[in-house]
């Protein structure tokens, strides 16, 4: 038992080392990307953070956007930083613990702007206590936004991509869906969540001969986004 906290360190560090390193291979050896122009991309909780700089980075590669966020001022801002960039946005307010929203907000995506083809699924939220001191309520709106979330709107958007054999859908977990940590015990359980259902995703797509949906998982450390206080 006293070793485990050594053995999962380790692991850890073995594993962001072979990250430096292959990021560090493939700055001098990049990777052929795939255009994004005209690619019509979808990103949940866009309205600050990764999502925001997700969307920009779609922006700069001339592809169309879709924006949802609860926030409205937030995924506003994005957008108008988006559209100086040259891109064209839309955006909803969508709450992503909400199955009723997603579907609703989807269908109209669907019925006034067309089908998407990238599907980023960002938004998450994330509350820091031990086991005991997390209310019920927040366990089960991060379990709602970190995995049901997700699940919820590939749902939405995955038959089109499974019709045309062409789509991507990305899951944005974290090192937490990896490696735990004391007082992130419900969270770290959601991007455990959120990281096997990119797995199984990714396997039954290959099973059922949908090699034209690619998927990506991206699992980040500590960004600081205002969502973590006070960090040790």
Known sequence: KTMNPFVDLLLFLVTLLYSYLEAFVKFFVPVRRKSLSGELVLITGAGHGVGRGTALEFAKRQSRLVLWDINKHGVEETAAECQKL??????????????????S????????IGDVTILVNNAGVITTADFLSTQDHQIERMFEVNILG????????????MNNNYGHIV??????????????????????AAVGFH????????????DG??????CPVF???????NLR
């Open 86 to 103: 040259g891109a064209t946005v839309q955006t909803f307010v969508v709450d992503c613990s909400k199955r009723e929203e997603i579907y």
């Open 105 to 112: 907000a989807a269908d109209k995506v669907k019925k006034d």
């Open 150 to 161: 997700h699940m919820w709107t590939t749902r939405a958007f995955l038959p089109v991509m």
């Open 171 to 192: 899951t944005v977990g974290s090192a937490a869906g990896h490696f735990v940590t004391p007082f992130m015990v419900s969270y770290c359980s959601s991007k455990f």
């Open 199 to 210: 797995k199984a995703l990714t396997e039954e797509l290959s099973a059922l001969g949908k």
């Open 213 to 218: 949906i690619k998927t990506t998982c991206l």
């Open 223 to 229: 960004i600081n986004t205002g969502f973590v206080k």
